[in-house]
């Protein structure tokens, strides 16, 4: 399994930036996925979910400013971004939940696959 993120970047607090994730290794949408973030000296944290149906989690923190999604298609993930603020700056990881297909949760110990993470700052 091998899941590979791109998308992160620079941008002034207010902007967008949309995150991929790439998955090869597996069938992809029969498992949960994740996108988690992890700032310096913080530990890191949800930031959304999806499952096999298509169902979302978000945490409160992003809730009505970030969209996760999938295309199967193409087997990627995908973390729309609005409303940047700096406390959104940190490295975003991908992740992958293979014990589950829905109900998908924020807990990152239940995921086992993850990316190498891509950055993410936001400028006030």
């Known amino acids: 399994v091998q899941l590979v993120e791109s998308g992160g970047g620079s941008v002034q607090a207010g902007g967008s930036l949309r995150l991929s994730c790439a998955a090869s290794?597996?069938?992809?949408?029969?498992?949960?996925m994740g996108w988690f973030r992890q700032a310096p000296g913080k530990e890191r944290e949800g930031v959304a979910a999806i499952d096999s149906k298509g169902s979302t989690t978000y945490s409160d923190s992003v809730k009505g400013r970030f969209t996760i999604s999938q295309d199967n298609a193409k087997n990627s993930l995908y973390l729309q971004m609005n409303s940047l603020k700096p406390e959104d700056t940190a490295t975003y990881y991908c992740a992958a939940d293979p014990t589950r297909r829905l109900g998908c949760n924020l807990r990152s110990w239940m995921y086992n696959y993850w990316g190498q993470g891509t950055q993410v700052t936001v400028s006030s």
């Open positions: 290794g597996y069938t992809f949408s029969r498992w949960c």
